[in-house]
Protein backbone atom coordinates (compact mmCIF):
# COMPACT_ATOMS: atom_id res chain seq x y z
CA UNK A 1 0.00 0.00 0.00
CA UNK A 2 1.48 3.55 -0.84
CA UNK A 3 1.12 6.07 1.98
CA UNK A 4 -1.76 8.01 2.55
CA UNK A 5 -3.35 10.71 4.67
CA UNK A 6 -6.76 11.66 5.03
CA UNK A 7 -8.15 13.55 7.36
CA UNK A 8 -11.71 15.47 7.95
CA UNK A 9 -14.17 16.59 10.47
CA UNK A 10 -13.99 16.19 14.27
CA UNK A 11 -16.97 15.09 14.91
CA UNK A 12 -20.23 14.62 12.26
CA UNK A 13 -24.36 14.25 13.91
CA UNK A 14 -27.01 13.28 11.64
CA UNK A 15 -30.67 13.45 13.11
CA UNK A 16 -33.71 14.83 12.46
CA UNK A 17 -34.32 17.65 13.76
CA UNK A 18 -30.82 18.15 15.43
CA UNK A 19 -30.46 21.79 14.60
CA UNK A 20 -33.52 22.65 16.93
CA UNK A 21 -30.99 21.70 19.69
CA UNK A 22 -27.77 23.21 18.57
CA UNK A 23 -27.41 25.41 21.65
CA UNK A 24 -26.79 23.19 23.58
CA UNK A 25 -23.80 21.45 21.21
CA UNK A 26 -22.75 25.27 21.33
CA UNK A 27 -21.98 25.33 24.75
CA UNK A 28 -19.59 22.28 24.47
CA UNK A 29 -17.13 25.11 23.19
CA UNK A 30 -18.65 27.49 26.32
CA UNK A 31 -19.73 30.04 23.34
CA UNK A 32 -21.09 33.46 24.94
CA UNK A 33 -22.09 35.07 21.77
CA UNK A 34 -22.57 33.30 18.18
CA UNK A 35 -22.81 34.30 14.94
CA UNK A 36 -25.19 32.71 12.42
CA UNK A 37 -23.70 33.34 8.85
CA UNK A 38 -27.00 32.25 6.01
CA UNK A 39 -28.82 34.20 3.18
CA UNK A 40 -32.10 35.57 3.20
CA UNK A 41 -33.35 32.97 1.37
CA UNK A 42 -33.04 30.61 4.06
CA UNK A 43 -34.27 32.95 6.81
CA UNK A 44 -37.48 33.92 4.43
CA UNK A 45 -38.22 29.80 3.98
CA UNK A 46 -38.30 29.88 7.99
CA UNK A 47 -35.63 27.31 8.13
CA UNK A 48 -33.59 29.13 10.70
CA UNK A 49 -36.57 29.79 13.14
CA UNK A 50 -36.47 26.49 15.31
CA UNK A 51 -32.95 26.83 15.63
CA UNK A 52 -32.88 30.02 16.71
CA UNK A 53 -35.88 29.61 19.16
CA UNK A 54 -33.32 27.02 21.00
CA UNK A 55 -30.77 29.66 21.39
CA UNK A 56 -33.30 32.09 23.02
CA UNK A 57 -34.57 29.29 25.56
CA UNK A 58 -31.05 29.08 26.57
CA UNK A 59 -30.37 32.70 26.86
CA UNK A 60 -27.31 32.35 24.76
CA UNK A 61 -26.61 35.59 22.63
CA UNK A 62 -26.63 35.21 18.72
CA UNK A 63 -25.94 37.49 15.85
CA UNK A 64 -27.42 36.97 12.32
CA UNK A 65 -25.58 37.59 9.35
CA UNK A 66 -27.59 36.76 6.56
CA UNK A 67 -26.58 39.14 3.47
CA UNK A 68 -24.64 35.87 1.79
CA UNK A 69 -25.39 35.95 -2.18
CA UNK A 70 -24.60 32.82 -4.66
CA UNK A 71 -21.08 32.78 -5.36
CA UNK A 72 -19.92 35.25 -2.37
CA UNK A 73 -17.31 37.81 -3.21
CA UNK A 74 -14.37 39.52 -1.15
CA UNK A 75 -16.29 42.01 -0.42
CA UNK A 76 -18.93 40.30 1.17
CA UNK A 77 -16.57 38.35 3.32
CA UNK A 78 -14.50 40.92 4.24
CA UNK A 79 -17.46 42.63 5.47
CA UNK A 80 -19.06 39.69 7.29
CA UNK A 81 -15.70 39.36 9.06
CA UNK A 82 -15.82 42.83 9.96
CA UNK A 83 -19.00 42.63 11.26
CA UNK A 84 -18.31 39.43 13.45
CA UNK A 85 -14.86 40.93 14.84
CA UNK A 86 -16.23 43.94 16.21
CA UNK A 87 -19.34 42.11 17.86
CA UNK A 88 -16.82 39.95 19.65
CA UNK A 89 -18.45 36.35 18.69
CA UNK A 90 -16.97 33.91 20.03
CA UNK A 91 -18.38 30.88 18.12
CA UNK A 92 -19.84 30.71 13.90
CA UNK A 93 -22.48 28.58 12.66
CA UNK A 94 -22.62 28.63 8.70
CA UNK A 95 -26.48 27.59 8.04
CA UNK A 96 -27.26 27.32 4.43
CA UNK A 97 -26.02 25.97 1.07
CA UNK A 98 -22.12 25.97 0.15
CA UNK A 99 -21.43 29.72 -0.01
CA UNK A 100 -23.08 30.40 3.91
CA UNK A 101 -20.70 27.57 4.88
CA UNK A 102 -17.82 28.92 2.60
CA UNK A 103 -18.03 32.26 4.43
CA UNK A 104 -18.64 30.95 7.55
CA UNK A 105 -15.01 29.20 7.11
CA UNK A 106 -13.35 32.07 6.48
CA UNK A 107 -14.70 34.27 9.24
CA UNK A 108 -13.74 32.02 11.73
CA UNK A 109 -9.96 32.76 11.07
CA UNK A 110 -10.52 36.51 9.94
CA UNK A 111 -12.81 37.10 13.27
CA UNK A 112 -10.39 35.32 15.13
CA UNK A 113 -9.21 37.69 18.03
CA UNK A 114 -5.24 37.45 17.69
CA UNK A 115 -5.99 36.92 13.36
CA UNK A 116 -3.52 39.30 11.86
CA UNK A 117 -3.80 38.44 8.23
CA UNK A 118 -5.92 39.88 5.16
CA UNK A 119 -8.35 37.47 3.19
CA UNK A 120 -6.07 38.00 0.35
CA UNK A 121 -3.42 36.45 2.23
CA UNK A 122 -5.33 33.20 2.47
CA UNK A 123 -5.78 32.54 -0.73
CA UNK A 124 -4.07 29.38 -2.24
CA UNK A 125 -3.17 26.08 -0.52
CA UNK A 126 -1.74 26.13 3.15
CA UNK A 127 -1.25 29.69 3.74
CA UNK A 128 -3.58 30.51 6.39
CA UNK A 129 -1.43 30.05 10.03
CA UNK A 130 -2.78 30.79 13.09
CA UNK A 131 -5.88 29.65 15.53
CA UNK A 132 -9.92 30.22 13.97
CA UNK A 133 -12.88 30.88 16.40
CA UNK A 134 -15.01 27.27 16.78
CA UNK A 135 -16.92 25.98 13.58
CA UNK A 136 -20.13 24.63 12.99
CA UNK A 137 -21.29 23.68 9.77
CA UNK A 138 -25.38 22.60 8.66
CA UNK A 139 -26.23 22.19 5.29
CA UNK A 140 -29.52 23.06 3.58
CA UNK A 141 -28.64 21.13 0.92
CA UNK A 142 -27.11 17.96 -0.09
CA UNK A 143 -24.36 18.97 -2.73
CA UNK A 144 -21.17 20.64 -1.82
CA UNK A 145 -20.36 18.85 1.21
CA UNK A 146 -18.79 22.21 2.38
CA UNK A 147 -19.26 21.03 6.15
CA UNK A 148 -16.62 18.53 5.57
CA UNK A 149 -13.77 19.90 3.46
CA UNK A 150 -11.05 22.40 4.37
CA UNK A 151 -11.54 24.65 1.46
CA UNK A 152 -13.46 27.75 0.37
CA UNK A 153 -14.12 29.32 -2.87
CA UNK A 154 -14.50 33.31 -2.49
CA UNK A 155 -14.83 35.49 -5.49
CA UNK A 156 -12.58 37.79 -6.65
CA UNK A 157 -13.35 39.50 -9.94
CA UNK A 158 -16.49 40.18 -12.19
CA UNK A 159 -15.58 36.29 -13.43
CA UNK A 160 -12.64 35.27 -11.62
CA UNK A 161 -12.91 32.96 -8.09
CA UNK A 162 -9.77 31.82 -5.93
CA UNK A 163 -9.83 29.02 -3.48
CA UNK A 164 -8.59 29.05 0.42
CA UNK A 165 -7.43 25.70 1.33
CA UNK A 166 -5.97 25.00 4.31
CA UNK A 167 -6.77 22.22 7.37
CA UNK A 168 -7.68 25.41 9.97
CA UNK A 169 -10.67 25.38 8.12
CA UNK A 170 -11.94 22.52 9.08
CA UNK A 171 -15.14 22.25 11.13
CA UNK A 172 -15.27 21.03 14.26
CA UNK A 173 -18.63 19.78 14.03
CA UNK A 174 -20.94 19.17 10.90
CA UNK A 175 -24.66 18.98 11.30
CA UNK A 176 -27.00 16.79 9.30
CA UNK A 177 -30.49 17.18 9.54
CA UNK A 178 -32.45 15.70 6.93
CA UNK A 179 -35.39 17.96 7.66
CA UNK A 180 -34.01 20.85 6.52
CA UNK A 181 -33.82 19.78 2.81
CA UNK A 182 -37.49 19.01 2.66
CA UNK A 183 -38.41 22.26 1.18
CA UNK A 184 -35.61 21.97 -1.16
CA UNK A 185 -37.23 22.75 -4.65
CA UNK A 186 -36.84 19.70 -7.14
CA UNK A 187 -34.10 21.82 -10.01
CA UNK A 188 -32.00 22.04 -6.81
CA UNK A 189 -32.22 18.91 -5.36
CA UNK A 190 -31.12 17.52 -9.08
CA UNK A 191 -28.27 19.89 -9.61
CA UNK A 192 -27.03 19.77 -5.78
CA UNK A 193 -27.13 15.67 -5.94
CA UNK A 194 -25.29 15.73 -9.48
CA UNK A 195 -22.63 18.04 -7.55
CA UNK A 196 -22.18 15.77 -5.44
CA UNK A 197 -21.88 12.16 -7.63
CA UNK A 198 -19.37 14.82 -9.33
CA UNK A 199 -17.28 14.92 -5.53
CA UNK A 200 -17.39 11.43 -5.55
CA UNK A 201 -16.28 10.45 -9.40
CA UNK A 202 -13.52 12.78 -9.27
CA UNK A 203 -12.30 12.01 -5.58
CA UNK A 204 -12.06 8.07 -7.04
CA UNK A 205 -10.18 9.00 -10.03
CA UNK A 206 -8.50 11.73 -8.81
CA UNK A 207 -4.95 11.27 -10.18
CA UNK A 208 -3.02 12.37 -7.24
CA UNK A 209 -4.20 11.24 -3.75
CA UNK A 210 -6.71 8.77 -4.47
CA UNK A 211 -6.55 6.29 -1.62
CA UNK A 212 -8.29 3.19 -0.29
CA UNK A 213 -10.19 5.59 2.13
CA UNK A 214 -11.19 8.48 0.12
CA UNK A 215 -12.38 5.38 -2.33
CA UNK A 216 -14.16 3.98 0.84
CA UNK A 217 -16.17 7.23 1.17
CA UNK A 218 -16.31 8.11 -2.62
CA UNK A 219 -18.02 4.62 -3.49
CA UNK A 220 -20.48 4.88 -0.48
CA UNK A 221 -21.10 8.26 -1.46
CA UNK A 222 -22.11 6.88 -4.77
CA UNK A 223 -24.43 4.38 -4.10
CA UNK A 224 -26.62 6.82 -1.51
CA UNK A 225 -26.85 8.85 -4.48
CA UNK A 226 -27.69 7.02 -7.20
CA UNK A 227 -29.90 5.10 -4.84
CA UNK A 228 -31.96 7.80 -3.74
CA UNK A 229 -31.36 10.98 -6.01
CA UNK A 230 -34.43 10.49 -8.18
CA UNK A 231 -36.69 10.27 -5.26
CA UNK A 232 -35.26 13.24 -3.76
CA UNK A 233 -36.12 15.33 -6.90
CA UNK A 234 -39.36 13.39 -7.90
CA UNK A 235 -41.43 13.19 -4.12
CA UNK A 236 -39.17 15.75 -1.96
CA UNK A 237 -41.36 15.09 0.64
CA UNK A 238 -39.95 11.36 1.16
CA UNK A 239 -37.89 11.78 4.60
CA UNK A 240 -35.43 8.74 4.14
CA UNK A 241 -34.42 9.98 0.59
CA UNK A 242 -33.43 13.04 1.71
CA UNK A 243 -31.71 11.92 4.27
CA UNK A 244 -29.52 8.97 2.64
CA UNK A 245 -28.72 12.33 -0.28
CA UNK A 246 -27.44 14.41 2.97
CA UNK A 247 -25.39 11.85 4.09
CA UNK A 248 -24.33 10.80 0.84
CA UNK A 249 -23.48 14.26 -0.24
CA UNK A 250 -21.58 14.65 2.98
CA UNK A 251 -19.50 11.36 1.74
CA UNK A 252 -18.88 12.97 -0.78
CA UNK A 253 -17.44 15.78 0.66
CA UNK A 254 -15.07 13.80 2.97
CA UNK A 255 -13.81 11.72 -0.35
CA UNK A 256 -13.03 14.86 -2.46
CA UNK A 257 -11.17 16.77 0.67
CA UNK A 258 -8.73 13.83 0.65
CA UNK A 259 -8.46 13.29 -3.18
CA UNK A 260 -9.35 16.66 -4.98
CA UNK A 261 -11.29 17.43 -8.06
CA UNK A 262 -10.13 17.63 -11.31
CA UNK A 263 -11.27 18.78 -14.81
CA UNK A 264 -15.01 18.53 -14.36
CA UNK A 265 -14.49 21.54 -11.78
CA UNK A 266 -12.19 23.22 -13.58
CA UNK A 267 -14.22 23.54 -16.95
CA UNK A 268 -17.36 23.88 -14.58
CA UNK A 269 -15.92 27.31 -12.92
CA UNK A 270 -15.65 29.29 -16.05
CA UNK A 271 -19.37 28.84 -16.72
CA UNK A 272 -20.14 29.97 -12.95
CA UNK A 273 -17.82 32.98 -13.67
CA UNK A 274 -18.59 34.08 -16.86
CA UNK A 275 -22.55 33.03 -17.11
CA UNK A 276 -23.82 32.76 -13.31
CA UNK A 277 -24.66 28.87 -13.98
CA UNK A 278 -25.13 27.26 -10.58
CA UNK A 279 -22.39 25.13 -9.86
CA UNK A 280 -24.16 21.92 -9.32
CA UNK A 281 -25.25 22.30 -12.81
CA UNK A 282 -22.12 23.63 -14.62
CA UNK A 283 -20.71 20.28 -13.20
CA UNK A 284 -23.55 18.43 -14.69
CA UNK A 285 -23.27 20.16 -17.92
CA UNK A 286 -19.86 19.20 -18.17
CA UNK A 287 -19.83 16.15 -16.45
CA UNK A 288 -20.71 13.04 -19.41
CA UNK A 289 -18.08 15.31 -21.66
CA UNK A 290 -15.22 15.16 -19.35
CA UNK A 291 -15.75 11.17 -18.23
CA UNK A 292 -15.90 10.00 -21.96
CA UNK A 293 -12.39 12.17 -21.93
CA UNK A 294 -10.89 10.41 -19.43
CA UNK A 295 -12.66 6.61 -20.30
CA UNK A 296 -9.17 5.77 -21.87
CA UNK A 297 -7.19 6.43 -18.67
CA UNK A 298 -10.34 5.29 -16.37
CA UNK A 299 -12.09 2.38 -18.02
CA UNK A 300 -11.16 0.04 -14.84
CA UNK A 301 -12.53 2.89 -11.95
CA UNK A 302 -15.25 3.65 -14.10
CA UNK A 303 -16.18 -0.42 -14.61
CA UNK A 304 -15.88 -0.54 -10.81
CA UNK A 305 -18.33 2.62 -10.28
CA UNK A 306 -20.83 1.27 -12.45
CA UNK A 307 -20.87 -2.05 -10.41
CA UNK A 308 -22.09 0.01 -7.01
CA UNK A 309 -23.79 2.44 -9.17
CA UNK A 310 -26.11 0.21 -11.58
CA UNK A 311 -26.20 -2.75 -9.53
CA UNK A 312 -27.79 -5.71 -11.85
CA UNK A 313 -28.12 -3.51 -14.92
CA UNK A 314 -24.24 -3.64 -14.62
CA UNK A 315 -22.66 -5.67 -17.56
CA UNK A 316 -20.33 -8.49 -16.00
CA UNK A 317 -16.90 -9.57 -16.89
CA UNK A 318 -16.70 -6.19 -19.82
CA UNK A 319 -14.92 -3.85 -18.57
CA UNK A 320 -15.08 -1.44 -21.64
CA UNK A 321 -18.91 -1.82 -21.80
CA UNK A 322 -19.58 -1.23 -18.05
CA UNK A 323 -17.47 1.91 -17.75
CA UNK A 324 -19.41 3.29 -21.00
CA UNK A 325 -22.71 2.10 -19.85
CA UNK A 326 -21.79 4.17 -16.61
CA UNK A 327 -21.39 7.03 -18.93
CA UNK A 328 -24.71 6.64 -20.99
CA UNK A 329 -26.78 6.11 -17.24
CA UNK A 330 -25.16 9.43 -16.19
CA UNK A 331 -26.21 11.01 -18.73
CA UNK A 332 -29.95 9.49 -19.05
CA UNK A 333 -29.97 10.36 -15.09
CA UNK A 334 -29.41 14.22 -16.01
CA UNK A 335 -31.92 13.77 -18.26
CA UNK A 336 -34.44 12.14 -16.02
CA UNK A 337 -33.95 14.95 -13.29
CA UNK A 338 -34.93 17.16 -15.81
CA UNK A 339 -31.67 18.88 -15.85
CA UNK A 340 -30.78 21.44 -18.86
CA UNK A 341 -27.97 18.88 -20.83
CA UNK A 342 -26.71 21.64 -23.36
CA UNK A 343 -24.63 25.05 -22.77
CA UNK A 344 -26.93 27.09 -25.57
CA UNK A 345 -30.20 25.81 -22.84
CA UNK A 346 -28.38 28.00 -20.61
CA UNK A 347 -27.42 30.96 -22.51
CA UNK A 348 -23.87 30.31 -22.83
CA UNK A 349 -23.01 31.49 -26.73
CA UNK A 350 -20.80 29.57 -28.94
CA UNK A 351 -18.29 32.97 -29.29
CA UNK A 352 -17.24 32.48 -25.47
CA UNK A 353 -16.49 28.88 -26.10
CA UNK A 354 -12.36 29.92 -26.56
CA UNK A 355 -12.61 32.33 -23.85
CA UNK A 356 -14.14 29.47 -21.41
CA UNK A 357 -11.52 27.03 -22.76
CA UNK A 358 -8.80 29.47 -21.77
CA UNK A 359 -9.99 30.38 -18.36
CA UNK A 360 -10.38 26.48 -17.64
CA UNK A 361 -6.72 26.30 -17.97
CA UNK A 362 -6.05 28.96 -15.22
CA UNK A 363 -7.48 25.81 -13.07
CA UNK A 364 -4.36 23.87 -12.73
CA UNK A 365 -5.03 23.49 -8.93
CA UNK A 366 -7.65 20.98 -9.88
CA UNK A 367 -6.54 20.29 -13.63
CA UNK A 368 -3.44 18.29 -12.13
CA UNK A 369 -5.36 15.56 -10.85
CA UNK A 370 -7.10 14.48 -13.65
CA UNK A 371 -6.39 11.39 -14.53
CA UNK A 372 -5.75 11.93 -18.12
CA UNK A 373 -4.12 14.77 -18.92
CA UNK A 374 -5.85 18.04 -20.64
CA UNK A 375 -4.85 20.75 -23.01
CA UNK A 376 -6.68 23.77 -23.78
CA UNK A 377 -7.67 22.90 -27.67
CA UNK A 378 -8.96 19.90 -26.05
CA UNK A 379 -10.91 21.77 -23.41
CA UNK A 380 -12.56 23.51 -25.98
CA UNK A 381 -13.61 20.44 -28.07
CA UNK A 382 -15.38 19.45 -24.74
CA UNK A 383 -17.31 22.98 -24.31
CA UNK A 384 -18.05 22.14 -28.14
CA UNK A 385 -19.40 18.85 -27.65
CA UNK A 386 -21.24 20.53 -24.66
CA UNK A 387 -22.62 22.91 -26.15
Known amino acids: MHSLSFSTTKKIVAERGISRNLS ?27 MVGGFDDNDLPYLIFDNIDA ?19 DLVIGFGGGSPMDVAKVISVLAHPDCNISLEQCYGVDQIKGAR ?13 SEVTPISIVTTGETTKAGIVSPILQSDVAILD ?53 IAVHNGNDIDARENMLLGACLAGQAFANAPVAAVHALAYPLGGHFHIPHGLSNSLVLPHVMRFNLENCRALYAEI ?13 EKLAAEQLISWITDLIVDLNLPTQLRDCDVTQESLPMLARDAMLQQRLLINNPREMNEAQALNIYQKAF
Not at 75 to 83: I, K, L, Y
Not at 306 to 318: E, L, R
Open 24 to 50: AICTEFVAKKVLIVTDKGIVSAGLIDQ
Open 71 to 89: DPSAETVNEASSFAKSAGV
Open 133 to 145: LPLILVPTTSGTG
Open 178 to 230: ANLTLGLPGHITAATGIDAMVHAIEAYTSKIKKNHISDMFAIKALQLLSNNIR
Open 306 to 318: AYYVMGDQCPAGD
